[in-house]
């Protein structure tokens, strides 16, 4: 039988009702010097140098764009340790010494509405770049380059949809902080010239559209308006954002700006607030802890905390014998790791500790329920098959690099293949 699904379980409901608790006492707090999408980087402090919040401490370098790294708790560098990254790679990580004073580097200052008034885009843009900021969505992708774009923007998308089950992130900030958000998206509407802006949520949030409806009030000279979207999975995938919300239609694999369009996460509009009006990186981001296997927690914890100090502040794994299998990220996109010394990063919002044997895979009975279910309209099982004798050229005939590692095509397979994990090595063996 085929298995079609877009609806799947999302387990939020009492996540939600966590209290969040503000964690500020790591001890020692780590920045990773590269990442998955900066192959290189480097530091610009020394063992022994006192470090301010806001500092830049260094550069991490892609492959045409830099990123600023900042320091997010005042105290003194240490030296270097190697710990696990978003993407489940072990990098070098810078050390500070966290001396919980919280002293702000000079650099960090308010600027007055007046003064935003008169940045230009490129103001906007040299801002944001200086602040480090990614998409915090999971893309990580640099917000600057973004808003760099020469074509002309008619809309900005508040992306607030977060359909990945168990994450709520975005969640926890739309309730917290609806403001930021509003703010963020009329800057980037200034930055890019758009004169629209849409935010888009859930339909059933219907707390947070009341929130943000109540708070648009105050922003009444700007043309914004609250996009109520499907429920189903993955609503929250640009492409489908932008169709549901401003009914563009952009084909996979096209430059949002060329059908003039923005699309941002609402936490990475918060950041583009904390950077516009205060030259502030991001410094802090909700993380949950989700899963049988662990106490079921949300922190607020700053950039570079060890995961493992959260997990001692939560109590520890739970039946700490049992096989467990971890996951950062959310059970669809997530990645599996096998530490749990894991640097929260710009992108780090869930882990997931579920208490399983990892799986084992059957054969395929050719159901074709990966194929019914893939929302980019690609053929999972015979890019597996293709990637299985290193098939270039199928693999490109297939189209595998417009595939978006939502995670469907594993989660409907009856043989529990992983089939997101054929795609992501089809996508690195094509690039070889
Ligand atoms: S992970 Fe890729 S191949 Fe699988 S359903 Fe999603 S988009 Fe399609
Ligand atoms: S890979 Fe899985 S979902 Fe796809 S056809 Fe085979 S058994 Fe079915």
Redo the contacts with the bound molecule.
């Keep these: 039988m085929i298995?079609k699904t877009r609806h799947i379980p999302d387990g939020k409901k009492e996540l939600k009702k966590l209290p969040i608790i503000h964690y500020l006492d790591a001890e020692y707090v780590y920045y990773p010097v590269t990442n998955a999408r900066c192959p290189e980087g480097e530091t610009c402090v020394v063992g022994g140098q006192f470090v301010k919040v806001g500092e830049v401490i260094g550069t991490r370098k892609g492959a045409f764009f830099e990123q600023q790294m900042h320091a997010t708790v005042s105290g003194e560098v240490m030296g270097y340790e190697k710990h696990v990254d978003q993407s489940g790679l072990v990098v070098d990580c810078l050390i500070v010494k966290n001396d919980k004073k919280y002293e702000v580097h000079e650099s960090i200052r308010e600027r007055s509405d007046a003064e935003i008034d008169t940045l230009t885009k490129q103001d906007f843009v040299n801002i944001i770049k200086d602040a480090g900021l990614v998409g915090l969505g999971g893309s990580a992708f640099p917000t600057y380059i973004k808003l760099a774009t020469k074509d002309p923007i008619d809309v900005v998308i508040a992306n607030g949809v977060e359909c990945e089950p168990l994450l709520i992130s975005d969640y926890g900030l739309m309730m917290t902080k609806p403001n930021e958000i509003i703010e963020g998206l009329i800057y980037a509407m200034k930055a890019s010239g758009a004169k629209k802006g849409v935010i888009a949520i859930k339909k059933k949030y219907t707390e947070i559209a009341e929130r943000l409806e109540f708070m648009k009030n105050e922003y009444s000279d700007y043309d914004i308006r609250i996009a109520k979207i499907g429920n189903h999975y993955p609503q929250g995938w640009e492409i489908e954002t932008i169709r549901s919300a401003v009914g563009i239609s952009i084909p996979p694999g096209k430059l949002l700006s060329k059908y003039g369009v923005l699309n941002f996460n609402v936490s990475t509009l918060s950041s583009i607030y904390q950077a516009i009006k205060f030259d502030l990186p991001v410094l802090e981001r909700f993380i949950t802890f989700s899963g049988e296997g662990i106490p079921n927690r949300t922190f607020r914890a700053r950039i570079g905390t060890l995961l493992s100090s959260l997990i001692d502040l939560a109590g520890g794994y739970v039946d700490e014998d049992k096989p467990k299998v971890l996951i950062l990220g959310g059970p669809m996109m997530g990645t599996n790791v096998t530490r749990d010394d894991i640097v929260m990063t710009h992108t780090t919002t869930s882990l997931i500790v579920k208490h399983e044997e990892p799986t084992v895979e059957e054969p395929?009975?050719?159901?074709?329920?990966?194929?019914y279910s893939c929302p980019v309209d690609i053929k999972?099982?015979q890019i597996?098959n293709a990637y299985k004798t290193r098939n270039k050229d199928a693999l490109k005939t297939l189209e595998v690099d417009t595939c978006i590692e939502c995670g469907l095509?594993s989660y409907?397979?009856?043989?529990k293949?992983h089939?997101t994990e054929y795609m992501r090595l089809g996508k690195r063996l094509v690039k070889k």
């Design positions: 298995a395929c009975v050719r159901c074709a329920s990966c194929v999972p099982v597996m095509c409907v397979c009856p043989s293949i089939l």
